[in-house]
Nanobody, 126 residues
Framework: QVQLVESGGGLVQAGGSLRLSCSAS????????VGWFRQAPGKERKFVAA????????YCVDSVKGRFAISRDNAKNTVYLQMNSLKPEDTAVYYC???????????????????WGQGTQVTVSS
């Protein structure tokens, strides 16, 4: 098990940028795949991006592709979500999640993950 803490959220104008961080405890974080999800008020939690244990494989959903990028620094036990060209529809609570991922594959659904952070609010004003 790892403990995850998100940071970097805030209020930004449309077109602006934020970088979210997901910091993990535990010396085995490098063996975990990580995903970012977001949940807007009154809506279900949705997958945004994923990265495998090494950082060699990544994926972002179409709605953020070209604007968001996921990366990781295993030496710092941290995964990042760089968000550029933000839109009001990106407003949500953003969660990072982790699961053991020795296979190197990516994971796309909430049920795949068994470790979650507390979330960080991102608000994009128009």
């Amino acid at each position: 098990q790892v403990q995850l803490v998100e940071s970097g959220g805030g209020l930004v104008q449309a077109g602006g940028s934020l970088r979210l961080s997901c910091s993990a405890s535990g010396r085995t974080f490098s063996s975990y795949a990580v995903g970012w999800f977001r949940q807007a008020p009154g809506k279900e939690r949705k997958f945004v991006a994923a990265i495998n244990w090494s950082g060699g494989r990544t994926y972002c959903v179409d709605s953020v592709k070209g604007r968001f990028a996921i990366s990781r620094d295993n030496a710092k036990n941290t995964v990042y979500l760089q968000m550029n060209s933000l839109k009001p529809e990106d407003t949500a609570v953003y969660y990072c999640a982790a699961c053991v991922g020795y296979s190197g594959r990516l994971f796309y659904t909430p049920d795949d993950y068994d470790n979650w952070g507390q979330g960080t609010q991102v608000t994009v004003s128009s």
